[in-house]
């Protein structure tokens, strides 16, 4: 403290009490000052931490918005490594705050890049506040595999973007689920015992079922593998109504329920139950000159048929066989030297058909789903080394290869035709086009329905002699 005493000559008394104060009042000034700056935010002061600010701007980069809600869509992962690197040289305590905010933005990312393995998208899921509508689910993605992935509940901070993955999460969820039911309900079909027209009637209303769940997914990739799977429960209870019709016929409102029914009426059409008139024409042997004359005839007549192809002569004129395709009819595969198959050994028969499918597919872009045997030779032999297609006969022969007349063919043929027929006939031969001129109408005027193969049963035609 100063001392009390006062020299009017000097002042010194007045000299040290000056000094003391004014060594006080600096001590407080750098106290506040000291103070103030450890409690104002850094980003005031950048100066004071350089590295802070660009940890900061480094996480600031990775968003789209100043909200911070909306990843950048351009972001990697390596600008997110180059965030952390420079939070990694932040010091003190703004170091945590800065590696919280950075882990939302990883977090968020990981959930993007999950949803991005759940649906089969090429470009953006969400893009700035946009979420994208109607995604498919990639094919095999089960409930499981989406569970696994969502972490949305882990956000402790739910803003618009966390909201809208969780909802992408929600409606995969549902589509995997929606894909469940359905092979639950396919799964129901098999256990139906089709033995009356009281199961036929059960079988029928579990299909209409299906059918509806179906609905729901039917635009995701993943439903064609489902659909094969209700095809071949189908093909089997097709068998299962037919034998119960010819044992115990159906009513006819039972009949004519299964053949209006969107589903179960193509898998009808051509069996015993189908009391209509149809015929499917097949035309062997091209391609060949005189296949262009085929295909205008039945442009005239707006009837659509199967060619079964040769793969030699396919390499020959691919441009013939692919303009079949072009006016839209059925490519089928017809060997590809034209052999006896019942003369080959097994490997010769397998390379026979393969190398027909190479030439029609790369003349045409289609890969053929049904075959038919050279001279209709081969038998269950060959059906059983070629399980992956269909081998088609026939049960109504033009013979126009035999007699090339087409007085003769149009006699023959008219004379032999079935309520359901898959007629033969070669498109190498200039008589049956003119034939064909009176046949196909003559036909339409008995009632015939001009069908394709898909349209008719010719399950007991595909034997081979």
Request: hydrophobic share 35%; glycine share 4%; proline share 4%.
């Amino acid at each position: 403290m100063p001392s009390d005493s006062f020299d009017p000559r000097t002042g010194q008394q007045q000299v040290s009490h000056r000094k003391y104060w004014i060594a006080l009042i600096s001590i407080a000034t750098l106290g506040f000052l000291i103070i103030g700056l450890s409690i104002v935010k850094p980003e005031f002061f950048p100066f004071i931490n350089s590295q802070a600010h660009q940890a900061r701007e480094a996480i600031n980069h990775l968003y789209s918005d100043e909200q911070k809600v909306y990843l950048n869509a351009g972001i990697s992962l390596d600008d997110i490594k180059r965030a952390q690197e420079e939070v990694d040289q932040v010091k003190g305590r703004q170091k945590q705050t800065l590696q919280d905010q950075l882990n939302i933005v990883k977090a968020k990312y990981d959930g993007i890049r999950h949803l991005s393995e759940i649906y089969d998208v090429t470009g953006p899921l969400i893009l700035s506040d946009e979420i994208a509508e109607d995604l498919p689910l990639r094919a095999g993605v089960t409930v499981s595999d989406i569970e696994e992935r969502d972490h949305t509940d882990q956000f402790t901070r739910r803003d618009e973007l966390v909201e809208k993955m969780s909802e992408l999460f929600t409606r995969a969820k549902q589509m995997a689920q929606s894909f469940d039911q359905v092979r639950q309900q396919i799964a129901t079909l098999e256990t139906i015992d089709i033995k009356d027209e009281e199961s036929v009637r059960q079988f029928k209303h579990q299909v209409d079922e299906v059918e509806g769940q179906l609905a729901t997914i039917k635009n995701q990739p993943g439903s064609q593998t489902v659909k094969k799977e209700l095809d071949e429960v189908l093909d089997e209870a097709l068998y299962d109504i037919v034998a119960v019709h010819r044992s115990h016929p159906l009513s006819e409102e039972m009949v004519e329920n299964l053949m209006s029914h969107q589903v179960l009426g193509p898998y009808i059409a051509g069996t015993a139950l189908d009391e209509r008139k149809s015929v499917a024409l097949t035309f062997d042997d091209g391609p060949h000159e005189n296949t262009y004359r085929v295909l205008d005839l039945l442009d005239e007549f707006d009837v659509k048929a199967t060619f079964f192809h040769v793969g030699g002569f396919v390499d020959a004129h691919p441009e013939i066989t692919k303009e079949v395709v072009e006016r839209g009819h059925e490519i089928a595969n017809h060997s590809y030297g034209h052999p006896d198959l019942a003369t080959l050994p097994d490997e010769e028969v397998i390379r026979e058909i393969q190398d027909a499918q190479d030439s029609i597919a790369e003349a045409t872009g289609v890969t053929p789903t049904r075959y038919r045997m050279p001279f209709g030779s081969g038998g269950q032999r060959v059906i059983q080394l070629i399980p992956e297609l269909s081998s088609v006969m026939w049960n109504v022969d033009s013979q126009d290869w035999q007699s090339q007349d087409s007085q003769v063919i149009y006699q023959h043929t008219m004379a032999t035709m079935l309520p359901q027929s898959v007629v033969l006939f070669h498109e190498t031969i200039p008589a049956s086009v003119d034939a064909l001129k009176r046949i196909i109408p003559e036909l339409k005027e008995k009632g015939y329905e001009f069908v394709t193969l898909d349209e008719i049963s010719y399950d007991y035609l595909n034997d081979g002699f």
